[in-house]
């Protein structure tokens, strides 16, 4: 049963601690997402890749966030600093768009003390 | 700039009965939307999409309805079920670009 994976499930660190989120695509999708999902925004575009080049990150505040996909099987959300506003759930997803949807991971719930 | 809206954060319906969800979107490219159900600690799997070529798509208990010149679009959910409480998103998707675009959500709670 093919499914995004992400890890950790949720992470608490320290404000200004680097945190760094993994995200496993389906296998042969070629368009992977970040998206935060926030009580007043609702789910977030922060970054998205397509064919492992990405395409959009104008969602991310670019001082301190950074996404990258170094292989077709993984890819990467780093924070640094964090910050407590960056408390929030992550998602990653991936499809193979437009000709499927995107299928969202479980989430990484961060909490930024 | 939020470019698709949810002006409802949450509805309740009796079991049984239609629910309906709205959404509005204010960009006139979006070729193509969508709508994903979301429970507690679980990612938003798909529910059900619609072209921009058309303005009905139905699947099964669920119908998308889509107004272009309104730049609306509504899920219908008949008959309503308990199972059917979570909170349900829209997205939209620029046409030439890959990247679906999300609304804040609507809490649905269906009553026993």
């Known amino acids: 049963d093919a499914r995004v994976t992400q890890t950790p499930r949720h992470k608490v660190t320290e404000m200004g601690q680097e945190v760094t989120m993994r995200c496993q695509p389906i296998?042969?999708?070629?368009?992977v997402f970040w998206y935060r999902q926030t009580m007043m925004q609702g789910l977030e575009l922060l970054a998205y890749?397509?064919?492992?080049?990405?395409?959009?990150d104008s969602g991310m505040p670019k001082d301190r966030f950074s996404a990258e996909m170094p292989d077709a099987t993984l890819a990467t959300l780093k924070i640094q600093p964090s910050e407590p506003r960056d408390s929030a759930v992550y998602f990653c997803?991936?499809?193979?768009?437009?000709?499927?949807?995107?299928?969202f991971g479980q989430g990484t719930r961060l909490t930024v003390v | 700039d939020q470019q698709v809206k949810q002006n409802s954060p949450s509805l309740s319906v009796q079991e049984g009965r239609i629910s309906i969800l709205n959404c509005d979107y204010t960009?006139?490219?979006?070729?193509?939307f969508l709508w994903y159900k979301k429970y507690p600690a679980e990612g938003p799997t798909f529910l059900i999409s619609?072209?921009?070529?058309?303005d009905k798509n139905e699947d099964g208990r669920f119908t998308v309805f889509l107004n272009k010149s309104a730049k609306h679009l509504s899920l219908h959910i008949v008959p309503s079920q308990p199972g059917d409480s979570a909170v349900y998103f829209c997205?939209?998707?620029?046409?030439?670009?890959?990247?679906?675009?999300f609304g804040t959500g609507t809490r649905l709670k269906v009553l026993a």
């Open positions: 997803a991936s499809g193979n768009i437009p000709v499927t949807e995107a299928f």
């Open positions: 296998l042969g999708h070629n368009t």
């Open positions: 890749f397509r064919n492992r080049a990405p395409l959009d």
């Open positions: 960009n006139s490219m979006f070729d193509y």
């Open positions: 619609i072209s921009s070529i058309k």
């Open positions: 997205a939209a998707k620029n046409s030439g670009t890959y990247k679906y675009i």
